[in-house]
């Protein structure tokens, strides 16, 4: 078990970048918390570590905001808004391979995650978030243990 507690946006954002520098294609993340609590300035940490130079936003309207580069592509997801329908239309599985995918309220779709799924877990508090990851399968023990 993983868990952290960043004080600002700021700390959110520095523990993201430090662990985007261990993510490879194939990587899939779901971020799971209540509004506001810091997935999206959570991926903003992760693509500035990716060394990606666009700003991201949320990806309200676009279902998915594709960052692509050289080297890696970033797929960052937000699911909120789908209809049970949307959600079987959404066709999750043409990214897994192909790039990095983070998905915002990625628990709505956990029957549809690869077995190596990285499930982080955000929890606000007063101005401070807490990061937990409960479960760390073989393909994260290494890059995680690495990081504290
Ligand atoms: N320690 C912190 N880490 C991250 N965000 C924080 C922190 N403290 C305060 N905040 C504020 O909380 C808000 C988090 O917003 P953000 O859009 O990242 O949340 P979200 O989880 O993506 O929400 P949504 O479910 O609506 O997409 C921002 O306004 C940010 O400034
Ligand atoms: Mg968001």
């Known amino acids: 078990m993983v868990s952290h507690t960043f004080k600002s946006p700021a700390e959110t954002q520095a523990w993201a970048e430090k662990f985007a ?3 490879t294609r194939g990587d899939v993340l779901a971020l799971i918390g209540p509004l506001g609590a810091g997935k999206t300035t959570f991926v903003q940490g992760l693509a500035k570590g990716l060394g990606l130079k666009n700003k991201v ?3 309200t309207f676009a ?3 594709e960052y692509l580069s050289k080297t890696k592509n970033l797929y960052h997801m ?3 808004r789908l209809s049970e329908r949307e959600l079987r239309a959404f066709p999750l599985e043409e990214y897994y391979e192909t790039g990095i995918c983070i998905i915002e309220w ?3 779709l956990r029957e549809r995650w690869p077995v ?3 499930a982080l877990h955000l929890k606000p508090g007063q101005g401070s978030r807490r990061l937990t990851i409960k479960e760390i399968t073989p393909r994260w023990r290494k890059r995680l243990a690495d990081l504290a």
Do not use: C, F, I
Request: hydrophobic fraction near 30%.
């Open 21 to 23: 520098r261990t993510l």
């Open 57 to 59: 936003t949320s990806p």
């Open 63 to 65: 279902l998915v905001n």
């Open 78 to 80: 937000d699911v909120y």
């Open 106 to 108: 990625g628990d709505r």
């Open 116 to 118: 190596e799924t990285l």
